[in-house]
């Protein structure tokens, strides 16, 4: 089966720091827009909304460290795969192909660390769109009781490395298989092509994912815990588009959010969770919009 690609666009690889080189499609001219995946995926979920965006401008869409074909260092310390490093792996990827400004979208994973680039770079990040997460802090917050159950992934993947690890690489298909079964409403969105590049892709990524998403429930909790206490915020124009999940789980998130983001527009949106898929029109006219913001 051939490996889809996003149509137009090159792909290299890029150094972003001593032992780690991301691996990036980039397409287009003008001014630059970066975006990042989210999980189970790679750069290719932004296909359709990078085409489009490339009209205008340039679009640098990278594989995250540890995902796809970007390296996938071991995770001797917490930091390797923490939010701060991975953004900064983004900027740096960004300053490589001579933008030293961008603007900055991201979906899930990805989001995470939009999230932490525009708080630890704002000189660099002009604007930021975030789709379909919660800040780390108040996604913990927002978990409990049964309604948790929904992010049974993010407590397994929090565990001591080892029994996480072997779990999923066990039926590695059957594990990110279920995310893009149940966290879609379309399913013709992710054609066999781009499904099996995923499951591919993350199958042979297990112990870097699970570094990952374990970073995200040890030290991107310090970092987001010392800049809530300091007052950081997003100081640059900022975009949130999430489905409805605030009524399952309590919360109001536009408000969550603003506490973060005071220059915010926020839309709930009536698609799945993979909304750059499932409905691209969408996502690039928001992303659009923050760019004529």
């Known amino acids: 089966m051939t490996t889809p690609r996003i149509s137009g666009f090159t792909e290299q690889r890029v150094r972003v720091a001593d032992d780690v080189a991301l691996h990036a499609a980039v397409g287009g001219t003008g001014t630059p827009v970066v975006l990042l995946h989210g999980f189970p995926q790679t750069h290719l979920m932004w296909r359709h909304v990078a085409a489009d965006l490339a009209a205008d401008h340039t679009v640098i869409c990278p594989d995250l460290r540890g995902y796809g074909a970007s390296d996938k260092p071991e995770a001797t310390g917490p930091e390797v795969y923490s939010k701060r490093t991975m953004a900064a792996d983004v900027v740096a990827l960004a300053r ?54 929904v992010g049974f992934h993010l407590y397994l993947m929090a565990q001591p490395p080892g029994l996480p ?114 409905d691209p029109a969408l996502v690039t006219a928001e992303i659009r919009a923050l760019l004529a913001r």
């Open 96 to 149: 490589a192909l001579g933008h030293d400004s961008f603007a900055l979208a991201g979906h899930d994973r990805g989001a995470l660390v939009a999230f932490r680039a525009g708080l630890d770079h704002p000189r660099a990040v002009s604007r930021v769109a975030l789709l379909d997460i919660l800040p780390t802090l108040e996604m913990w917050e927002s978990l409990r009781g049964t309604s948790a159950a």
């Open 165 to 278: 690890e072997r779990l999923i690489a066990g039926a590695a298909d059957d594990f990110f298989g279920h995310f893009l079964d149940v966290w879609t409403r379309d399913p013709g969105a992710l054609p066999a092509p781009v499904r099996a590049a995923y499951l591919e892709a993350s199958a042979a990524a297990v112990p870097s994912i699970v570094a990952d998403y374990r970073a995200t429930a040890g030290i991107d909790v310090e970092h987001d815990t010392a800049d809530r206490e300091a007052g950081n915020r997003l100081t640059m124009p900022v975009t949130v588009l999430q489905q409805d999940w605030g009524a399952a789980l309590g919360y109001d998130a536009e408000e969550l959010w603003r506490r973060w983001a005071p220059d915010l527009r926020h839309r709930t949106v009536g698609c799945g969770h993979f909304m750059a898929e499932e």
